[in-house]
């Protein structure tokens, strides 16, 4: 992607969206300029025959020379032959641009998508990301799509039409330049009421979908209860709605399908007849009837189709302004001109930090002062709500203090490039996160070049190897989508293993053990005492076995520190800590 044509680039708020897409199609706009003549010299035909046809029946009737036949007859077929490649051209230069428009947008959103703030992330769902990427995208693409395949034919049928018209029956340009538009409009009105009758149909079939999959859904607790009969009472009221509504459309696609067939052809008779009455009067040939008369169908079907284009424009547009939304949220993560980490001790302070959800209400952290040494294992506890997931996400860098200030090595955080500072950081997260490859790719992730001995030892450390031995294809055993062919705690397991194979020098876990059973997180526990050294670890964990072996334990209510310091002097004191217990 050249740096001048970048989408994160562009300004979307405060202007025209037609604007931003002008400037997402710059970059090809030469190609677009190629595809344009393409298409016009292989849609040349459309306009051409009716004109080479009323030429041949002249010749007929008015028994002109056969020279004129032949090279009316020569001239259609040459128009013809030019279709193909002309075609291939087109479709090389507006659907390549297209699709390039389409993956260079892409590919922004994903850019900006890994800059945002985790902050952003806990604003806005994630299937909200996921359908501005596919969905939204999609119709930018179909909206420029279309403007070629159905806006170009269109503007070349009339633009082709009116002036052979002009030429050779100049007469008829008036009555063309009104009646036209107005059958076009009076079929589009006939046909809008037609969508509208059709999208009130969609709605009750996605109605019963829904209460299909209720029923299905309930069917044991229906089962259970006796309540068979009031699950497809409720079911068949939908049937019966939805029966209605397809009937009623039924007649009223009908109705107007044969209104706006019967009008078009009136009109189009009317047309006809005007213009036997013009050749009858000789103000016209009979091959200018002829002529007329198709021109009225094809210039009335070119003018429906532009304006059957408005919903996809206007889809298309609205999608240009949703994209915009991402490509111009500035709740970023910024790195930029900041000192890169290049070596970490471990050493980590907080000094009076304070951190606040935007929106909340209230402080999650406050007034929270800690000094960890280089090596140190500190166990947060406290209840639901306590702040502690917060100081995780400050140690990590994912959100920045609101007051107070991090110090990493003595160095404030404020001033680091985060992303350096996390190649030297493992975190296990509460809920693991795995994506669909072989338990070696789930380990290694990110790591090129990693050797199969390094992630079984890994795997070893995390005591995996035992189940992952057992499977057919061991470590290349695919795990399917979010890990769904294993365990909760193999999967927990596999994501302990995928941070230990980074020798990080802070390890963060979040309930890293809360879905392993008592045998395996024993084992694990007998592994990381092996593996915490060095380290500076930061622990969250309900378990008493996972935290009293930390060297401190801080104990947190409402975002504050109320006693801190080892299991044994934490339950000698008989304060908060041992209230949990």
Same mark, same amino acid.
């Given at each position: 992607?050249?740096?001048?044509?970048?989408?994160l680039?562009?300004?979307?708020?405060?202007?025209h969206?037609?604007?931003?897409?002008?400037?997402?199609?710059r970059?090809?706009?030469?190609?677009?300029?190629?595809?344009?003549l393409?298409f016009?010299?292989?849609?040349s035909p459309?306009?051409?025959?009716?004109?080479?046809?009323?030429?041949?029946?002249?010749?007929? /009737?008015?028994h002109?020379p056969?020279?004129?036949?032949?090279?009316?007859?020569?001239?259609?077929?040459?128009?013809?032959?030019?279709?193909?490649?002309?075609?291939?051209?087109?479709v090389?230069?507006w659907a390549?641009t /297209?699709r390039?428009m389409?993956?260079?947008l892409r590919?922004?959103?994903?850019?900006?998508?890994?800059?945002?703030?985790?902050?952003?992330?806990?604003?806005?769902?994630?299937?909200?990301?996921?359908?501005?990427?596919?969905?939204?995208?999609?119709?930018?693409?179909?909206?420029?799509q279309?403007t070629?395949?159905?806006?170009?034919?269109a503007v070349?049928?009339?633009?082709?039409?009116?002036?052979?018209?002009?030429?050779?029956?100049?007469?008829?340009?008036?009555v063309?330049? /009104?009646?036209?538009?107005c059958?076009a409009?009076?079929?589009?009105?006939l046909?809008?009421?037609?969508?509208t009758?059709?999208?009130?149909?969609?709605r009750?079939?996605?109605?019963?979908?829904?209460?299909?999959s209720?029923?299905t859904?309930?069917?044991?607790?229906?089962?259970?209860?006796?309540l068979?009969?009031?699950?497809?009472r409720?079911?068949?009221?939908?049937?019966?709605?939805?029966?209605?509504?397809?009937?009623?459309?039924?007649?009223?696609?009908?109705?107007?399908?044969a209104?706006?067939?019967?009008?078009?052809?009136?009109?189009?008779?009317?047309?006809l007849?005007?213009?036997?009455l013009?050749?009858y009067?000789?103000?016209?040939?009979?091959?200018?009837?002829?002529?007329?008369?198709?021109f009225?169908?094809?210039?009335?079907?070119?003018?429906?189709?532009l304006?059957?284009?408005?919903?996809?424009?206007?889809?298309?547009?609205?999608?240009?302004?949703?994209?915009?939304e991402?490509?111009?949220?500035?709740?970023?993560?910024t790195?930029e001109?900041k000192?890169?980490?290049?070596?970490?001790?471990?050493?980590?302070?907080?000094?009076?930090?304070?951190y606040?959800?935007?929106g909340?209400?209230?402080?999650?952290?406050?007034d929270?002062?800690?000094?960890v040494?280089a090596?140190?294992r500190?166990?947060?506890v406290?209840?639901?709500?306590?702040?502690?997931?917060?100081?995780?996400?400050?140690?990590?860098?994912?959100?920045?203090?609101?007051?107070?200030?991090?110090?990493?090595?003595?160095?404030?955080?404020q001033?680091?490039?985060?992303?350096s500072y996390?190649?030297?950081?493992s975190?296990?997260?509460?809920?693991?996160?795995?994506?669909?490859?072989?338990?070696r790719?789930?380990?290694?992730?990110?790591l090129p070049?990693?050797s199969?001995?390094?992630?079984?030892?890994?795997?070893?450390d995390?005591?995996?190897?035992?189940?992952?031995?057992?499977?057919p294809?061991?470590v290349?055993t695919v795990?399917?989508?979010?890990?769904?062919r294993?365990?909760?705690?193999?999967?927990q397991?596999?994501a302990?293993?995928?941070a230990?194979?980074?020798?990080?020098?802070i390890?963060?876990?979040?309930?890293?053990?809360?879905?392993?059973?008592?045998?395996s997180e024993?084992?694990?526990?007998q592994?990381?005492?092996?593996?915490?050294?060095?380290r500076?670890?930061?622990?969250v964990?309900?378990?008493?076995?996972?935290?009293?072996?930390?060297?401190?334990?801080?104990?947190m209510?409402?975002?504050?520190?109320?006693?801190?310091?080892?299991?044994?002097s934490?339950?000698?004191?008989?304060?908060?800590?041992?209230a949990l217990?």
């Amino acid at each position: 992607m050249s740096a001048h044509a970048d989408p994160l680039d562009h300004r979307y708020s405060g202007e025209h969206p037609v604007r931003s897409v002008a400037y997402l199609l710059r970059e090809d706009r030469r190609r677009l300029v190629l595809g344009i003549l393409a298409f016009a010299l292989k849609h040349s035909p459309t306009w051409l025959l009716p004109l080479v046809t009323a030429n041949l029946i002249d010749v007929v /009737v008015q028994h002109r020379p056969l020279s004129e036949l032949w090279l009316s007859a020569g001239l259609l077929i040459a128009s013809l032959s030019l279709n193909y490649p002309f075609h291939v051209l087109y479709v090389r230069c507006w659907a390549g641009t /297209v699709r390039r428009m389409g993956t260079r947008l892409r590919s922004a959103l994903c850019h900006r998508m890994q800059q945002l703030s985790i902050g952003y992330y806990s604003r806005m769902s994630a299937g909200a990301l996921q359908n501005k990427v596919i969905r939204d995208v999609e119709s930018v693409e179909q909206m420029v799509q279309q403007t070629g395949d159905t806006g170009l034919g269109a503007v070349m049928m009339l633009l082709g039409g009116l002036i052979v018209i002009a030429f050779r029956a100049p007469a008829f340009l008036p009555v063309f330049l /009104v009646i036209v538009p107005c059958a076009a409009l009076l079929a589009t009105k006939l046909r809008g009421r037609m969508r509208t009758d059709n999208e009130r149909f969609r709605r009750e079939v996605e109605q019963l979908s829904t209460r299909v999959s209720e029923m299905t859904t309930l069917i044991p607790i229906t089962r259970a209860h006796g309540l068979e009969r009031a699950a497809l009472r409720r079911v068949d009221g939908t049937l019966w709605r939805v029966f209605e509504a397809g009937l009623r459309v039924d007649v009223l696609n009908g109705r107007f399908g044969a209104l706006a067939w019967t009008t078009l052809n009136v009109l189009g008779a009317g047309c006809l007849t005007g213009a036997a009455l013009a050749a009858y009067s000789g103000w016209i040939t009979p091959g200018d009837v002829v002529m007329l008369s198709a021109f009225f169908g094809t210039l009335t079907s070119a003018t429906t189709g532009l304006m059957s284009l408005g919903p996809v424009f206007v889809r298309g547009l609205e999608s240009v302004r949703s994209v915009g939304e991402v490509l111009q949220e500035p709740d970023l993560e910024t790195n930029e001109a900041k000192a890169k980490v290049t070596e970490v001790r471990g050493e980590v302070a907080f000094e009076s930090v304070g951190y606040a959800y935007a929106g909340g209400s209230g402080t999650a952290v406050r007034d929270f002062t800690l000094t960890v040494s280089a090596g140190e294992r500190i166990a947060f506890v406290g209840a639901s709500g306590a702040g502690k997931s917060t100081v995780l996400n400050l140690v990590i860098g994912f959100l920045r203090p609101t007051s107070g200030r991090i110090l990493l090595d003595g160095r404030d955080m404020q001033d680091l490039d985060l992303r350096s500072y996390r190649t030297f950081v493992s975190v296990v997260p509460q809920e693991p996160i795995l994506f669909e490859g072989t338990i070696r790719e789930n380990v290694a992730y990110g790591l090129p070049d990693v050797s199969l001995d390094r992630v079984r030892q890994a795997l070893a450390d995390a005591n995996a190897l035992d189940f992952i031995d057992a499977l057919p294809d061991g470590v290349d055993t695919v795990v399917g989508e979010r890990g769904a062919r294993l365990s909760g705690g193999q999967r927990q397991r596999l994501a302990i293993a995928r941070a230990l194979i980074r020798d990080p020098r802070i390890l963060v876990l979040d309930e890293a053990t809360s879905a392993l059973d008592t045998h395996s997180e024993r084992l694990i526990q007998q592994a990381l005492e092996r593996l915490v050294r060095g380290r500076t670890v930061f622990v969250v964990a309900h378990r008493l076995s996972t935290i009293r072996t930390a060297d401190r334990i801080v104990v947190m209510r409402d975002g504050q520190i109320v006693e801190a310091g080892t299991h044994e002097s934490l339950v000698r004191s008989d304060g908060a800590y041992a209230a949990l217990l």
